[in-house]
C-alpha cells in the first residue's frame, strides 16, 4: 500500500490559487491517485482522480508527473467555503481496495 | 437521494455495554469499508468488505466485528465497548473508482 506525505497545513487567501502537492514514492503501476475534501463534522468527498498527466474537471485540477512519484492538486480562485481538510490517496479500489489514508492537510482560507 | 445512511447520528454509551452502527447504501456498491476518525490521527480503517459474504480487518480491528448479510447493509458491532473507542466513525462504499462516504456517527463510551 502506498504510504503518501502531504503538509500539515497550509493557508490561503480569498481568490488566490492553491497547490498542495503530495508524495507517494512507492506507487504501484495500477495505482490511481485520488483526492477527498472534508468540512467538520462530515465524511469526506470525492474531488478528483487520475493516473497520469494532467485532469481537471468543475472543481480541481490534478497534475501528476510522469514517474508519478508525486501528485499536485490544485484549486483555482479559493473562497472561504473551500476552508477543509484535503486527503491524497494512492491505490487500486479494485484490488482489495483498503486504502490507507494519511494525515491530510488542512486548508485555511482567509479573507 | 443515492448513497449512504449510517444511524445513530450520535450516541453515549457505558462501558461494557454492547453496541451496533448502522450503515446502509442504496447503490448497490460491492465494497464497504468503516473507518474512525479521531483527532490528530486521522481516518484509520477498521473493517472492509469487497463483496457481500466476505470481510477482512483493517488497521485497528481490535474489539470490533462486522458482517454483510447482503450487499446494501455492513453493521459494525461493538461487542463491549470501552473508552478508546470514543470517536466518529464513518461508513464508506466504492465501486471502483473511488469512495462514497456517510456523514458518520460520533460515539461517546462513558
Known amino acids: 500500500l502506498a504510504k503518501t506525505t502531504q503538509p500539515i497545513s497550509m493557508d490561503s487567501y480569498e481568490g488566490q490559487e492553491v497547490n498542495i502537492t503530495c508524495s507517494h514514492n512507492n506507487i504501484a503501476t495500477n495505482d490511481y491517485i485520488t483526492w477527498y475534501q472534508q468540512f467538520p463534522s462530515q465524511g469526506p468527498r470525492f474531488i478528483i482522480q487520475g493516473y497520469k498527466t494532467k485532469v481537471t474537471n468543475e472543481v480541481a485540477s490534478l497534475f501528476i508527473p510522469a514517474d508519478r512519484k508525486s501528485s499536485t492538486l490544485s484549486l483555482p480562485r479559493v473562497s472561504l467555503s473551500d476552508t477543509a481538510v484535503y486527503y491524497c490517496l494512492v491505490g487500486n479500489y479494485n484490488q482489495g481496495g483498503k486504502l490507507i489514508f494519511g494525515q491530510g492537510t488542512e486548508l485555511s482560507v482567509k479573507p | 437521494i443515492a448513497g449512504i445512511t449510517q444511524a445513530p447520528t450520535s450516541q453515549i454509551l457505558a462501558a461494557g455495554r454492547r453496541m451496533t452502527l448502522r450503515c446502509t447504501q442504496d447503490m448497490r456498491h460491492n465494497a464497504m469499508y468503516w473507518y474512525r476518525q479521531d483527532l490528530g490521527l486521522g481516518l484509520r480503517l477498521i473493517h472492509y468488505?469487497?463483496?457481500?459474504?466476505?470481510?477482512g480487518k483493517g488497521e485497528v480491528p481490535d474489539g470490533y466485528s462486522v458482517s454483510r448479510a447482503n450487499t446494501d447493509d455492513f453493521p459494525l458491532t461493538l461487542a463491549s465497548a470501552v473508552p478508546s473507542q470514543t470517536s466518529v466513525y464513518f461508513c464508506?462504499?466504492?465501486?471502483?473508482?473511488?469512495?462514497?462516504f456517510g456523514s458518520g456517527t460520533r460515539l461517546t463510551v462513558v
Open positions: 468488505s469487497n463483496t457481500a459474504g466476505t470481510t
Open positions: 464508506a462504499s466504492s465501486e471502483g473508482r473511488g469512495y462514497t
